[in-house]
């Protein structure tokens, strides 16, 4: 804790000098506490009301400030300006988490983790908000609420439950890629630190000459990927239940900056109507081999926060933060969450969220909005309507312009996405668990499914577990069922 600047007389949330932290106002030594000692009701009232509700998803976070730097000449697939130039240094800030436990709970629980950054560019904040997997669960952002809800908690007991769980995911075959590297040892990272981060869904870029390309972020740990074993977690969440928000503090404050190496997959625009899978499905990532990863920059975390609530608690991510040069996709997963991001924010901490130190942009903010709850920054005596004949600001269609893409003219429905030629749920999950795991990343595997399908999962369910895997790879469904002693 930072000494105090001015320790000597506590007053009250009004500035006036406090009677006392020890005795309330009553009538006698023994009598009443009288209402009207509003210091003490004050302290009880601002008390009751210290928290903002806790994130839906992502609610345990642990955050960090630092910077980006461009290491490499990226200006042929964007003009973003916060990448435009080698050297070019970017104040950010980030935050990690997990998706399904509460604020609490133990941080080396297998789930996913959030990757959530924010660029605090010189044209506006650009915010990243990603995981440590390159895929999710799903493609049509219609099943993410039964998705979350099917990994939180049953709604009579309060219990987790495996078996919703698994009754969710064998359910809906598109999350067999992500269920896959969720039960590999990626599902239990050792630090946060040593997780890479994903854009996960595809974005857009555009150059200086109006030129458009698809790309895919990849922050790639340069302490090394490293992940606990499910016993290890499990250890670890008894001992340290914040152990990952620990190690992390602990290593900025010991000088022991983490970093991670931005690579990014560039695909031509043309070639995404003719690639061989969906290039915008979020159960998919592209083969490296067919896009090989540029390197881009580098992101340092060199500083840790000051006080938890106002940085990581308060601070908040949204996909619709672009800045000119970056743009969105057909993704229909990342268009769900450009509204779904900013609407959780507003009702979490409130209107004007944007405007608390965090969340503000560093650059001048030239916005019409006005007003509103707790509305710090105003318009002073400057016009509050647009267009107007007092000076105000304009909007600029070439600066702000939207990034587009081609739409097929069709009617109006309820569409899965048009097949390309390899398009299933199947291939990329069998790839990763034949070509790219080791024996010991395979036997972990298995095992890691086989212990969480058996902790309180139905026979029915159980037997669905076994179906699902055996469409990715029959060694691998056969050895599920043998440890699940399914007949
Ligand atoms: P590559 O052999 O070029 O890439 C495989 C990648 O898999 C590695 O670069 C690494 O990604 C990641 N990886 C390594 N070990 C594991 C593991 N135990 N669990 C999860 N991921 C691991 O092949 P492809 O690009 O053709 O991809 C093959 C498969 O690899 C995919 O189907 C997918 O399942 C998986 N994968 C692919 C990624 C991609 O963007 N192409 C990213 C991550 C996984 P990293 O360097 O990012 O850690």
């Given amino acids: 804790m930072s000494e105090n600047v001015n320790p000597s007389v506590t007053t009250t949330d009004a500035?006036?000098?406090?009677?006392s932290d020890e005795f309330s106002l009553t009538v006698g030594p023994g009598g009443p506490v009288v209402l009207h000692d509003s210091y003490v009701v004050q302290k009880m009232q601002q008390f009751n009301r210290e928290r903002v509700p806790e994130r839906v998803v992502h609610a345990k976070g642990s955050g960090a400030h630092g910077y980006f730097e461009v290491t490499a000449d990226v200006t042929w697939f964007t003009k973003a300006n916060f990448l435009g130039e080698i050297g070019r240094r970017t104040e950010m800030f980030a935050r990690f988490s997990t998706v399904a436990g509460e604020q609490g709970y133990p941080d080396t629980v297998r789930d996913p983790r959030g990757f959530a950054l924010k660029f605090y560019t010189a044209d506006g904040n650009f915010d990243m908000v990603g995981n440590n997997t390159p895929v999710f669960f799903m493609r049509?952002?219609?099943?993410?609420?039964?998705?979350?809800?099917?990994?939180?908690?049953?709604?009579d007991s309060g219990l987790r439950s495996n078996d919703m769980q698994w009754d969710y995911w064998t359910l809906s075959p598109e999350s067999t890629h992500q269920v896959m590297i969720l039960m590999s040892d990626r599902g239990t990272p050792r630090s946060l630190r040593t997780m890479n981060g994903y854009s996960s869904h595809t974005y857009s870029t555009i150059n200086a000459a109006g030129e458009r390309f698809w790309v895919k972020w990849h922050f790639k740990t340069e302490q090394g990927a490293d992940n606990f074993a499910d016993d290890e977690a499990k250890a670890m969440a008894a001992k340290d239940p914040d152990y990952h928000r620990r190690d992390l503090r602990d290593a900025i404050q010991s000088g022991n900056l983490p970093s991670w190496r931005l690579e990014m997959q560039v695909m031509p625009f043309a070639d995404a109507a003719g690639y061989r899978f969906n290039p915008f499905d979020l159960t998919k990532i592209w083969?490296?081999?067919?896009?090989?990863?540029?390197?881009?920059?580098?992101?340092?975390?060199?500083?840790?926060?000051?006080?938890?609530?106002?940085?990581?608690?308060?601070?908040?991510?949204?996909?619709?933060?672009?800045?000119?040069?970056?743009?969105?996709?057909?993704?229909?997963?990342?268009?769900?969450?450009?509204?779904?991001?900013?609407?959780?924010?507003?009702?979490?901490?409130?209107?004007?969220?944007q405007q608390l130190p965090i969340n503000a942009s560093k650059v001048p903010v030239h916005s019409y909005s006005k007003d509103g709850s707790m509305a710090y920054r105003h318009s002073g005596d400057q016009p509050v309507y647009a267009p107007n004949s007092y000076g105000g600001p304009q909007a600029d269609p070439i600066a702000g312009a939207d990034l587009t893409w081609w739409i097929d003219s069709g009617e109006l429905g309820r569409y899965a996405y048009e097949a390309h030629a390899e398009d299933d749920d199947v291939t990329q999950p069998g790839t990763l668990y034949r070509d790219v795991m080791d024996d010991v990343a395979r036997d972990h595997l298995i095992a890691n499914i086989i212990g969480h399908a058996s902790d309180g999962v139905s026979a029915d369910v159980r037997r669905r577990v076994v179906e699902y895997w055996q469409a990715v790879d029959t060694d691998l469904g056969a050895r599920i069922k043998v440890g699940l002693g399914v007949a």
């Fill in 287 to 353: 083969p490296h081999e067919d896009y090989p990863p540029v390197t881009v920059g580098r992101m340092v975390l060199d500083r840790n926060p000051g006080n938890y609530f106002a940085e990581v608690e308060q601070s908040s991510f949204s996909p619709a933060n672009m800045v000119p040069g970056i743009g969105l996709s057909p993704d229909k997963m990342l268009l769900g969450r450009v509204f779904s991001y900013h609407d959780t924010h507003l009702h979490r901490i409130g209107t004007n969220y």
């Fill in 15 to 19: 500035g006036i000098p406090a009677p």
């Fill in 140 to 155: 049509d952002p219609s099943k993410f609420q039964d998705f979350i809800r099917s990994q939180k908690r049953l709604p």
